[in-house]
């Protein structure tokens, strides 16, 4: 089992940055690939990022490459995903995710997920 934490949501304006963390718990940290996905308002949710167990690999959804990046540091069990020119169609419940690896992650496949954090973007 891994239990997942999410923090670092919160209200920003256009342009603006947030990073979001992730603190992981229950299984070696290093042994699993993590990822984030969000959901917006009356939306699916979505792939937005992802990192090999090692962290030597990203990879991102079309929508947020430039924009986002995904990091892990393996000695604090924590994973980010630090966003930067935020745009209001970024608004949405941000969920921190953990499988064996980054292609399950990127088709939501993930075994385990935390509880989300609320990003608004307001225009």
């Known amino acids: 089992q891994v239990q997942l934490v999410e923090s670092g949501g919160g209200l920003v304006q256009t342009g603006g940055s947030l990073r979001l963390s992730c603190a992981a718990s229950?299984?070696?940290?290093?042994?699993?690939?993590m990822g984030w996905s969000r959901q917006a308002p009356g939306k699916e949710r979505e792939f937005v990022a992802a990192i090999t167990r090692s962290g030597d690999t990203t990879y991102y959804a079309d929508s947020v490459k430039g924009r986002f990046t995904i990091s892990r540091d393996n000695a604090k069990n924590t994973v980010y995903l630090q966003m930067n020119s935020l745009r209001p169609e970024d608004t949405a419940v941000y969920y921190c995710n953990a499988d064996k690896s980054p292609p399950r992650i990127a088709t939501m496949r993930s075994a385990y997920w935390g509880q989300g954090t609320q990003v608004t973007v307001s225009s």
């Open positions: 229950g299984r070696t940290f290093s042994s699993i690939a």
